[in-house]
C-alpha cells in the first residue's frame, strides 16, 4: 500500500527566501501525486498534480514541484515567500492502476514565513 | 458553484450527547469523502462514498461513529455517544473523479 512521508513537520522560512517542502512516497506502481494547502480555519485547496507527462508541475501562488520517480519524491518549492503562504502542506499519492482508491495524505508540513 | 458546503461550522456538546455533521457535495460529484484531522493523528480517512454507496468505511474509529448518504446532495456523519477523545475537525470532500478532490471548511467538533 502507498504511503507519504514529510520529512519536515515544521518549516520557518524569512520573507523574499526560497523554500522546499520535501515529500517522500512509498509505492512500487506508478502514481499520481498532489500538493494541498490548509489556511488556518479553513479546508484543503489543490496547489498542484502530477499524473503525467513533464515531471515538472507548476501550481497557484507561484509554487511548482518536480516528481522524481527514482528517488520517489515530489518536492515542493517556492522561489520567494509571501507573508500570506504561511500554511500547512499537504502531499498526497495515489495509484491509479490498484482501481479508484482515495488519496493517501503526508501528516504535512507547517509553513511559517517570518517578516 | 457554493463548494462543498458543511454544518455547522463549530459544535460543543457534552459527552454522551449525539452530534450530526453535514454536508452538500458539489453538484455532479459522484465521490463524497469523510476525514478527520487532529494534531497526533493529522489527517484521516474515516469513509468515502461512490454514488450515494459506501465503499470503504475501514476508517470509522468505532460504532458509535456512522454515515449515512440518502442522496446525492446529502451525507451526514452521526457520532452517538460521543467522547471528548471525538475532539477534532471534520472535514467533507466530494469529487467528480478520485482525484479532484475539493474540500469544505470544516467542521470543528469540541466534546466537554
Known amino acids: 500500500a502507498q504511503s507519504v512521508t514529510q520529512l519536515d513537520s515544521q518549516v520557518p522560512v524569512f520573507e523574499e527566501a526560497p523554500v522546499e517542502l520535501r515529500c517522500n512516497y512509498s509505492s512500487s506502481v506508478s502514481v499520481y501525486l498532489f500538493w494541498y494547502v490548509q489556511y488556518p480555519n479553513q479546508g484543503l485547496q489543490l496547489l498542484l498534480k502530477y499524473l503525467s507527462g513533464s515531471t515538472l508541475v507548476k501550481g497557484i501562488n507561484g509554487f511548482e514541484a518536480e516528481f522524481n520517480k527514482s528517488q520517489t519524491s515530489f518536492h515542493l518549492r517556492k522561489p520567494s515567500v509571501h507573508i500570506s503562504d504561511t500554511a500547512e502542506y499537504f502531499c498526497?499519492?495515489?495509484?491509479?492502476?490498484?482501481?479508484?482508491?482515495?488519496?493517501?495524505f503526508g501528516k504535512g508540513t507547517r509553513l511559517s514565513v517570518i517578516a | 458553484d457554493a463548494g462543498v458546503i458543511q454544518s455547522p461550522r463549530h459544535e460543543v456538546t457534552e459527552m454522551g450527547q449525539e452530534v450530526t455533521l453535514r454536508c452538500k457535495p458539489i453538484s455532479g460529484h459522484d465521490y463524497l469523502f469523510w476525514y478527520r484531522q487532529t494534531m497526533m493523528r493529522g489527517l484521516e480517512l474515516l469513509i468515502y462514498f461512490n454514488n450515494n454507496v459506501p465503499i470503504d468505511d475501514s476508517g470509522m474509529p468505532e460504532d458509535r461513529f456512522s454515515a449515512k448518504m440518502p442522496n446525492a446532495s446529502f451525507s451526514t456523519l452521526k457520532i452517538q455517544p460521543s467522547e471528548p477523545r471525538d475532539s477534532a475537525v471534520y472535514f467533507c470532500a466530494s469529487s467528480f473523479s478520485i482525484y479532484g478532490y475539493t474540500f469544505g471548511s470544516g467542521t470543528r467538533l469540541t466534546v466537554v
Open positions: 498526497a499519492v495515489s495509484e491509479p492502476d490498484s482501481g479508484n482508491t482515495p488519496l493517501v
